[in-house]
């Protein structure tokens, strides 16, 4: 799935949780209103950290400090009110979590409004340019491993792997069930999946020492991680590739349909919002004790996924440097 479509994250999905207002108090200044409902300092000191990590690219174009801080009010302000209209269309009758109202009535709205969009092939094709690197698939190589906390142990598995017929994986993963320490990996015969080399699920010396192996069933000296010392045995390797404007349009066309809909539910949770006329107090919301991690969020991006291939993506057992052994 390309990357701009694992990344991002449904508004008022990533917003919704089941909370009511706390009524205000001398220490809790209420900071906005919307209807009767009132938006407190601690309502949005609670919410803000989360909220600043999961929109921290729309908060890194606001440059001054009430930008950011109205930024965050704002997306509990439209939270409301899509609530309050879920409210007064009865959804509460049938679904009594916020979440659930907010993305049924807003489904319900995009869904008997919109009419099929037929999208331009020279979209396709600008978004295919644009996307270019997500669109490319890494290097990958799949590897077993056996994982032991002992590195004479894993010496030891090493000597006898190297012993065994090369494409013997059944002995391999033999010795996987008699040494491994990782319960996980032992109960999948030591197969950990595939993994590029941005891969964070092993410790960077273990992706290395994998990418290293150049032959189909080379197995590899121990390398020290943070559980133990791992023992790889390459099993395939997949190369780089890039999928022609053909094999990504369909991809790319439900990606474009999706982000139509989510724009629309956005406008609409806008509208609600601009028909409520929300009262804000932003000489309060100026004062809120708000962390310096939740106004410039830091954080990484999330780390790359290792994506399935198709049936059109080449599969090759090894390098061009390599070749697969008998």
Known sequence: MIASMRNSIPLFLALAVSACSPPAKVDNPVLARIGEVPITARELQARA?????????QLATNAIDIEKRSFLLNLLLKEEAVVQEARRRGYDRHLAVRSEMIDR??????????KPVELPDADIERYYLDHSEELTWPEQVRVLQVVSRDRAVAEKVAAQARALERSDLDGFQGLVV????????????GNGGFMDQKSSRYPAAVVKAAFALRRLYD?????EGERGFHVLKLVQRLPAFTPTLAEAAPEIRAEL???????????LARALLARAEPDIDFVALAKVPLASSVLSPQGATAAPQVRARSATQPELQATAGGAAAP
């Open 257 to 267: 349909r999706r982000l139509l809909v989510e724009r629309k539910k956005d406008a």
């Open 49 to 57: 950290p989360a909220l600043a990590q999961l929109f921290r690219a």
């Open 105 to 114: 009535m807003l489904r319900d709205e995009v869904e008997a409004s919109n």
């Open 219 to 223: 197995v590899s000296d121990p390398v």
């Open 178 to 189: 008699k040494y491994s320490d990782d319960w996980h990996l032992r109960a999948l015969g």
